[in-house]
Nanobody
């Protein structure tokens, strides 16, 4: 079973930056898709960015140019660098893993493992 633990959330002012981390354990996810999702109050969970084991990284439109997803060489840690944060970015951010070669961040149902989330608040 894959365990995912997020960290790095917090409160920042508009225009600030945060880097989220997700530690992976329990099962090798070298060939899996890893992704970040977010959910704000009253809204559905939405994909932020996905990084496959190989191939092209995908970003939601709102994340392009501001957020960068990456994973370390051992593929045990996933990151999300977020710059120029805005109040609309306020949400709980979740790390997720899918047993797929490619990432479908518009289909949360394809992700079988989820972390507990880390809160990001932008004022």
């Amino acid at each position: 079973e894959v365990q995912l633990v997020e960290s790095g959330g917090g409160s920042v002012q508009a225009g600030g930056s945060l880097t989220l981390s997700c530690e992976v354990s329990g099962w090798p996810v070298t060939r899996w898709c890893m992704a970040w999702f977010r959910q704000s109050s009253g809204k559905e969970r939405e994909g932020v960015a996905g990084i496959p084991s190989a191939g092209q990284i995908s970003y939601a439109e709102f994340a392009k140019g501001r957020f960068t997803i990456s994973r370390d060489g051992a593929k045990t840690t996933l990151y999300l660098q977020m710059n120029n944060l805005q109040p609309d970015d306020t949400a709980m951010y979740f790390c997720a893993a899918a047993r797929t070669t490619y990432c479908f961040i518009d289909l949360p149902s394809t992700f079988t493992s989820w972390g507990q989330g880390t809160q990001v608040t932008v004022s």
